[in-house]
């Protein structure tokens, strides 16, 4: 039976499905030579997940620099704290990485952050949202995006908290490794609708999408 996906995704539908979270091992990196390790560790897999946070603001002004880097294997997820390790060698190591493919969601936005940090080369950086196009979908947004592919809920209520602060939370450090670990998933099955075409593209139009949340 061949999978249903829509070209745009009703975002009213999202709060009803079930919610997707990381179950695999978070791992805070607060120093260079726990970096260092971590990113030996990443740079051995076969496929990575990546993504950013921000302490948001809530003013008219500069954006804050970026705070956290996330990168997740299939089952690790490291918390990179950057607004204490700023762009360390480790760091600039694995971002520049031409051999591991990392799977990202609006990845010039990141690396425009990132390199606010310090200069870098980036390696073998993919973005979704370049995929997802080819077959069809216009989301961009990741939440809309795994909702469609798998039915299932990415929680962004943590999205806004302060990811500056001394300690995260459990529930920032899970909602920050979901965000990676499913643009894993994503890409794989991107990956695998392209290859074998068992898929059937549903297009909605902005009539339709209006009728069914009026």
Request: charged fraction near 30%.
């Amino acid at each position: 039976m061949k999978k249903t996906i829509y070209n745009k995704y009703d975002k009213t539908k999202i709060g009803d499905l079930p919610r997707v979270l990381f179950e695999g091992r978070i791992v805070v990196v607060l120093t260079e030579r726990e970096a260092e390790k971590a990113v030996d560790y990443l740079l051995s897999q076969d496929i990575l997940g990546v993504d950013t946070e921000t302490r948001p603001s809530f003013h008219k002004g500069p954006m804050n620099p970026v705070a956290l880097l996330q990168v997740s294997s299939h089952d690790v997820c490291f918390l990179f704290r950057l607004n204490q390790l700023g762009m360390s060698p480790s760091i600039k190591r694995l971002l520049e990485d031409t051999n591991v493919p990392k799977i990202g969601l609006s990845l010039r936005d990141d690396l425009n952050s990132l390199r606010r940090l310090g200069d870098f080369e980036a390696g073998n950086l993919i973005d979704l949202q370049d995929h997802v196009r080819e077959i069809g979908v216009e989301d961009m947004s990741l939440q809309k995006l795994y909702a469609n592919f798998f039915g299932q809920r990415i929680s962004k209520r943590e999205r806004l908290s302060n990811w500056e602060a001394d300690i995260l939370k459990d529930k920032q450090k899970a909602y920050a490794a979901t965000d990676a670990w499913t643009c894993i998933l994503l890409y794989e099955e991107l990956m695998r609708l392209e290859h074998t075409g068992d898929y059937e593209l549903i297009k909605i139009t902005e009539d339709v999408q209006a009728n069914t949340t009026a």
